[in-house]
């Protein structure tokens, strides 16, 4: 990399590395520093103005042309040697993996070298016919501190990595000729308690309009009032004249059902008559249409979604002339929030199954893929999953798509911190001039999904402990998410405020991370260092007798999936210990699922205190899948190891422990551990059943070893005195007396062979589209060996490449491109992608010494229905 001065503004220095801090350890002062001047940010703040309510506060652009003269923001320098890449792009997801203590990187933000300064350059063409039309520059995330140059000139920027942002190219748009667009992106390290990416790692797109147009997510549609006959639905069209002339507009929308596949279905189902609209030169209007639907068709959540939504099409026209066509999905629900019944959707309580998810996408990193997020999605739902927080900035445009369509209601959220710092060089240093326009662009962006039910203004943020002065912030923030949407609640997620502090009294809905169940307050947990509470949704719902309360955060267990130490804790949770669940030296975590960060809890106790608190509206688990960065307890790792589903894709035990209570009426048993124990025969090896059914027999080589039945607030069935002898076990689960499911664990013989399948074995052949092939270690009997760590080489021949391989193993710094991985516990993924363009067969072979290899076929189509 070429050296520059375009830095977007000083940063403190920082000295110690702050690697494996506990999550929820007090944030602190940030460190001020006098602008010198010679730093960029007040050509890149104008970018914001749009979302800065009060005029006096927006930006003027300095004289001035910084970067005008570097290299690399101009047409003339030769990027031949420069590396091609297609966006989405995470430029650090290949690693290698940094090793060792001390990293330049370290464990917290995923040992992945996301850190310093990345340029993307790109040529455009704009045709001499487009002349007088505006073009704008659309990115939906970059990270981070986003500056952007066409032709040499500094256009604009946005320093937060995950919000999405437009740029006006127009006033340095060559048309008729070629233009070069040049973006850097710069990423610091210390900025993140997780991986971040790093890069163009969103869509980015192109806009050209008229200089008439619908402004940037400008529509709103809101149900005003539903009864099953009718819905009213308004919908305010926010219209820019970025033209030197005053004139009039007619604005006409109408409204559509959509079919399954996002298409308009059929004639409008409502439409309003054209209104005309005086616009000013350089000025803007707002138009609301009001439309009545007769017998609307409701959006529904999980586990019995509609998907039924609506599109709003609205056009500009001047005296018959098209000038500009707007699509706006919505869905038509109707979403109460009682302090008693919890989230009732169009009258029916829905009990919050939900979980957090960071934004990467295991080994694909943070470039954003639409079938990695579905599959991260599927395997929720079928665990019973209905709710995700999107935890702890705004999400990919797309995943929202997918949640509605799926039926997910999330938790959208915009800041980890706001004034007090978490890392020296995370959001807060750009929190005093950002948050209105990030929070605006947020909820402007996200107000029309179906799925949103609630805005998020903060995770576990530092002016929990400044009283007055960090309640007067979030009275701020609460205020500007009411200005951008009146319909929703708005929440914050508190580890440390209490009932009678400042804080929580600012917001709807109270959100409790681990503080529901009480943290480090008793049992094991008792005398642990940091915060420690007693079980406060009583205490909440006392003093807040009208607010919804719920876990925004609760568990934090961890597990590596197929791993069992001894010996196990007798109790329901206990923190991860040296030797107690936990094993320093393989970094491995006890997956009997008893186990947790300091100041979280298992699962088991998890449901226990939400049953005996009704009230409740449900919660979040600390996290549906595993994710980069954080590996709590082992920084020596690259991954979490909180994940219900870990880094690849397999599930943990802990997945049917969920869906056991989550789905009570789907009949399911299933037992841990594995039953390969050569070295503990005759040692007591306990047997844990989770079942959705109230009592289960559990039978060893055909002997019972007796029936137990769940006592009131037990979710799991144990038989901690068991002594391994090889063979098979087998657990029959009742439910009200009769049978209701079976489980069978054995004995396996050794790796004999690969096993190859595959979630979709037809791919579009768009470069996008992803097939997830498995690779499974079975013995010459086909059962998957549960302890095998062969070593795998996988080929690929055909119209595919393979993008990564993970096995799911927190503690594996083999870098995700490597066609050669060791399989975790019998299982490893590979990731393969399709080529643009190129349709045919694409063969996936795994190899591994002394095993019988295996193929797979998946053909590539370039239509696929
Ligand atoms: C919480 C925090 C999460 C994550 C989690 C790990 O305190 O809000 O972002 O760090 O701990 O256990």
Redesign the pocket.
Known sequence: MQPDNLIYDLRPETREKEDGRP??ARPTEAVRLTDTGAVLKSWILPTGNSFIKDPAKRYQRPAGDPGLDFPFTNAGFNDSAWQPVDLPHDWAINGPFYKGWGAEIGGGMGRLPVQGVAWYRKKIKLPATDAGKKIFLDVDGAMSYAMVWLNGHLVGGWPYGYTSWRLDLTPYISFGGENQLAIRLDNPASSS?WYPGGGIYRAIWLTKTNPVHIGQWGTFVKTSQLSTSAAKVDCSIFIDNNGDADGIVDVATALYLLDSKGKKAGPPVAETKTIKAALKANGSDTVVSSFTITHPKLWKPLPHPTHDQYVAITTISRKGVLLDTYETPFGIRDIRFDAEKGITVNGERVFLKGVNQHHDLGALGAAFNVRAAERQLEMLREMGCNAIRM??NPPAPELLDLADRMGFLVIDEIFDCWELKKTPLDFHLIFPDWHEQDLRALIRRDRNHPSVMMWSIG??VGEQYTDEKGAALARNLYAIAKEEDSTRPVTT?M?YAKPDMPLPAMVDIIGL?YQGEGIRNSGAYAGLKGISTPPLFPAFHKKFPRKVILSS?NA?ALSSRGEYLFPVFDGNSAPVKEGEGGDSATQQVSSYELYS?G??ASADKVFATMDQHPYVAGGFV?TGWDYLG?P?PYYLSRSSY?GIIDLAGFKKDRFFLYQSYWRPQLPMAHILPHWNWPARTGLVTPVHVFTSGDEAELFLNGRSLGKKKKAPYEYRLRWDDVRYEPGELKVVAYKNGKKWAADTVRTTDGPYRLELSVDHPVLMADGQDLSFVTVRVTDKDGWTVPDAKNKLTISIAGPGTIVATDNGDAADLVSFPSPEKKAFNGLCVVIVRSRAGRSGTIRVNAGADGLISGTILIKTVKGKE
Do not use: C, I, M
Request: hydrophobic share 25%; aromatic share 10%; glycine share 6%.
């Open positions: 999550a929820d308690r935890s702890h995770n576990e997620a580890n991370n955060e934090s960060v100041f979280g600390w954080e709590t909180s």
